[in-house]
């Protein structure tokens, strides 16, 4: 099977990896979503939730017997060593934005994994959602949202950039923000948000507001 473009869609697809997280989520994101891709033992999440991905994606070593044999009709095996199944999956999919459950809220170097994914491919809209949070990447240029006042939210560069938010209870304007350097990790909602930067800006919300994510976050 050719590992290019394995999977297409127009529309926002749900990537389901192997790390903990409560499966009373995917029907919250149902009416998101289009289909689901399945990435190596995010198999058996679905499986046990009654859910048929359109493909499993990955290396397929922490991949369960009863996963295997369910979905074998749909199994897309990658034997690439120097990716993560995250990036095998993402890299592979087209698609018009990804929620992607079970790949952050577990082991602090996977969590790191991911981000690094995500500030190399910034032109894909992502969003990490797990038991905490929302996370996503703000667009370069302009992004907006509207969380209640008194949410919290934090900014976080996967790089140097610069950056201006309004709408927060501690704003800022054109700082250059950097992983060592300057970060907004505890910051709170105090109106309407504003985020303006030229590159990779982890947003970070609590989970209950996936939808004011989707929203900053998905075209149209």
Request: glycine share 8%.
């Amino acid at each position: 099977m050719s590992t290019q473009g394995i999977v297409s869609a127009e529309d926002i697809v749900c990537l389901v990896g192997g790390a903990p997280f409560d499966e009373a989520m995917l029907p919250r994101v149902s009416g998101f979503v289009s289909k689901y891709i399945a990435v190596d033992a995010g198999a058996d999440a679905l499986r046990r939730a009654g859910l048929t991905p359109a493909m499993v994606i990955g290396d397929l070593d922490s991949l369960s017997a009863d996963a295997r044999a369910t979905f074998a009709d749909r199994l897309c095996h990658i034997q690439e060593t120097d990716t993560t199944d995250f990036e095998k999956a993402l890299s592979r999919v087209d698609a018009a934005g990804f929620v992607a459950l079970g790949f952050t809220g577990g082991r602090l170097d996977h969590t790191l994994a991911v981000l690094n994914v995500l500030a190399r491919f910034q032109t894909k809209p992502v969003i990490l959602l797990d038991a905490s949070d929302a996370s996503f990447l703000a667009r370069r240029g302009v992004t907006r949202l509207a969380p209640p006042a008194g949410s919290r939210i934090a900014f976080m560069p996967l790089a140097e950039l610069r950056c201006s938010v309004a709408g927060a209870h501690w704003p800022f304007s054109d700082q250059l923000m950097h992983p060592t350097g300057f970060i907004s990790s505890s910051n709170a909602v105090a109106g309407s948000v504003v985020i303006r930067t030229d590159g990779p800006l982890l947003v970070s919300l609590p989970a209950a507001q996936f939808e004011t994510a989707a929203k900053a976050v998905f075209p149209e």
